[in-house]
Nanobody, 117 residues
């Protein structure tokens, strides 16, 4: 079992920065990811990072602005979000999978990010 606890959401003006954190308990996930869901839209994968940190994925709309990273000593994943845009407004969820190629079946409670124009 893995429990995920997120923090760091909030209200920010466009062009600002926020960092989301997600601490995993009990076990070290193979991959961790950030998803987001905006009102009226489907959930989308924002970024994903797997063991060794060599496998990193970003959705096109955040490339060059967001950075995902892991601190293995703290068993925590971060999402540094720079140059925020109103379209980044969403509830952000941390997720984890314990096995390579597995589904993301462990989820955090979600943290809201609101970007004002």
């Amino acid at each position: 079992q893995v429990q995920l606890v997120e923090s760091g959401g909030g209200l920010m003006q466009a062009g600002g920065s926020l960092t989301l954190s997600c601490a995993a308990s009990e076990r070290t996930p193979y991959c961790m990811a950030w998803f987001r869901q905006a009102p009226g839209k489907d959930r989308e994968t924002v970024a994903r990072i797997c063991l060794s940190s060599s496998t990193v994925y970003y959705i096109d709309s955040v490339k060059g602005r967001f950075t995902i990273s892991r601190d293995y000593a703290k068993n925590t994943v971060y999402l540094q979000m720079n140059d925020l845009k109103p379209e980044d407004t969403a509830v952000y969820y941390c997720a984890a999978t314990l096995v390579r190629g597995g589904s993301f079946n462990y989820w955090g409670q979600g943290t809201r990010v609101t970007v004002s124009s």
